[in-house]
């Protein structure tokens, strides 16, 4: 059965101190790995989509990384208004239904 | 432009209402998503169409009747709903070429009383 499992729960940050959100997955045959950025009562934003392992993609304070069992969502200095959920996802080759994790909620104090 | 649609932003109904919500894309995307969202949990799929007919149907409740009348468009058709449909409901669309990222729209926020 695909899965996946997104840690820690909820991560507390200072400004500027950098960490890593991680995203264990098991899936038949992995047809994409996707990151995205939820604020409260909004919907998912997209941030990025990988393919295979090895991949990775940046965007501003963000780098996302794949390995053949997880994705790691590096945020490199973060500031207070990077606080929101990171939802991770995964799709097989075998449809339409896309895995979700359960979310880290990241919190940035200033 | 990866802008998904959705209206209204806010629905509250009684449950004997009937009530739709819309989603709408301009991307010429072919594959539409339905989710519902409860507080602190991830998306949970409803509905897929796939050039336009429906081929995901997990298990909804009757009392909720996807339509897709044409390419860009979607509606969630509500009825006799219960307290516990409360939820954000998010409408999603991906291109439907094997290159499947999906793109949300804002979400409806759905208050049943």
């Known amino acids: 059965e695909d899965q996946v499992t997104q840690s820690p729960e909820a991560l507390r940050l200072q400004e500027g101190e950098s960490s890593s959100l991680n995203c264990s997955y098991t899936?038949?045959?992995?047809?994409?790995l996707f990151w995205y950025r939820q604020d409260p009562g909004k919907g998912p934003e997209f941030l990025f989509t990988?393919?295979?392992a090895g991949e990775e993609k940046e965007k501003e304070r963000l780098k996302a990384t794949l390995t053949k069992k997880e994705s790691f969502l590096h945020i490199t200095a973060p500031k207070p208004e990077d606080s929101a959920t990171y939802l991770c996802a995964v799709r097989n080759t075998g449809g339409f239904k896309t895995i979700f994790g359960a979310g880290t909620r990241l919190f940035v104090k200033a | 432009d990866t802008e998904v649609t959705q209206t209204p932003k806010h629905l509250v109904m009684g449950m004997t209402n009937k009530k739709s919500l819309k989603c709408e894309q301009h991307?010429?995307?072919?594959?539409m998503y339905w989710y519902k969202q409860k507080a602190k949990k991830p998306p949970e799929l409803m509905f897929v169409y796939s050039y336009e007919k429906l081929s995901i149907n997990e298990s909804v409740p009757s009392r909720f009747s996807p339509e897709c009348p044409n390419s860009s468009l979607l509606n969630l058709h509500l009825h006799a709903l219960q307290p516990e449909d409360s939820a954000l409901y998010l409408c999603?669309?991906?291109?439907?070429?094997?290159?499947?990222?999906?793109?949300f729209g804002p979400g409806t926020r759905l208050l049943v009383l």
């Open positions: 999603a669309s991906s291109p439907g070429t094997g290159e499947e990222t999906q793109y």
């Open positions: 899936v038949s045959g992995l047809r994409g």
């Open positions: 990988l393919y295979s």
């Open positions: 991307m010429g995307h072919r594959a």
